[in-house]
């Protein structure tokens, strides 16, 4: 089974802090991605990739960066966290037949910004 | 602009009853419809999907229902057991090859005994 692994469950960061959340998978998917899921709002694409040190935006970059200098790895980074990135936030990978349609979740990570 | 819009927000439904999920998407360029399963404390799983070329799908108690000309489609839960307990996403995009996925605001549903 594909297994997407998050570094973290829980966080709680400062406002202005610089933040990391580091996603692994271990099926040598070529696809990963960033989501943001918030009460009634569903999940939200921030970025995805799709090859090593290749990154596109998707619906919600602002205040948000990705670095993918490993395959297996894809990383999110909050510049300087606010209050409004108080959220939970889910790590995908998947095949390039596949991309977004069969994507493997992580367990998600959920940030409090204070 | 919401591109998905699913309904309802919460749903309790009784064991062995019938859970309906129903979504509607504006976007005619999509062509391509996941349901997405998450438990508390998980992250999503991919459940069952449905292309607009058939008006069914159905696998086990699950089974997906779409209507081309209404751009509606729905998730039904046949049977329904305490473990289907999770949140549901409807989700939409322009085919396999699209690396976006427009997700609908999801359904909590619960299944008590």
């Known amino acids: 089974d594909v297994k997407v692994t998050q570094s973290s469950r829980y966080l709680v960061k400062r406002t202005g802090e610089k933040v990391f959340l580091e996603c692994v998978q271990d099926?040598?998917?070529?696809?990963m991605f960033w989501y943001r899921q918030d009460p009634g709002l569903g999940l939200r694409l921030i970025y995805f990739?799709?090859?090593?040190?290749?990154?596109e935006k998707g619906d919600i970059p602002e205040g948000y960066s990705v670095s993918r200098e490993k395959k297996e790895r894809f990383s999110l980074i909050l510049e300087s966290a606010s209050t409004n990135q108080t959220s939970m936030y889910l790590c995908?990978?998947?095949?390039?037949?596949?991309?977004?349609?069969?994507?493997?979740f992580g367990q998600g990570t959920r940030l409090t910004v204070v | 602009q919401q591109q998905v819009k699913q309904s309802p927000q919460s749903l309790i439904v009784q064991k062995g009853g019938i859970s309906i999920i129903n979504c509607a998407y504006e976007?005619?360029?999509?062509?391509?419809f996941p349901w997405y399963q998450q438990f508390p404390g998980k992250g999503p799983a991919l459940l069952i999907a449905?292309?607009?070329?058939?008006s069914e799908k159905k696998e086990g108690r699950f089974t997906i229902s779409f209507n081309k000309s209404a751009k509606q489609f729905s998730l039904h839960i046949m049977d329904s057991q305490p473990g289907d307990s999770a949140t549901y996403f409807c989700?939409?995009?322009?085919?396999?090859?699209?690396?976006?996925?427009?997700f609908g605001k999801g359904t909590k549903l619960s299944v008590i005994p």
């Open positions: 976007n005619t360029a999509f062509d391509y």
């Open positions: 989700a939409a995009s322009t085919g396999a090859g699209s690396y976006q996925l427009t």
């Open positions: 099926m040598d998917h070529e696809n």
């Open positions: 990739s799709y090859d090593v040190k290749m990154k």
């Open positions: 995908a990978s998947s095949l390039p037949t596949n991309r977004a349609t069969k994507a493997f």
């Open positions: 449905i292309r607009p070329d058939v």
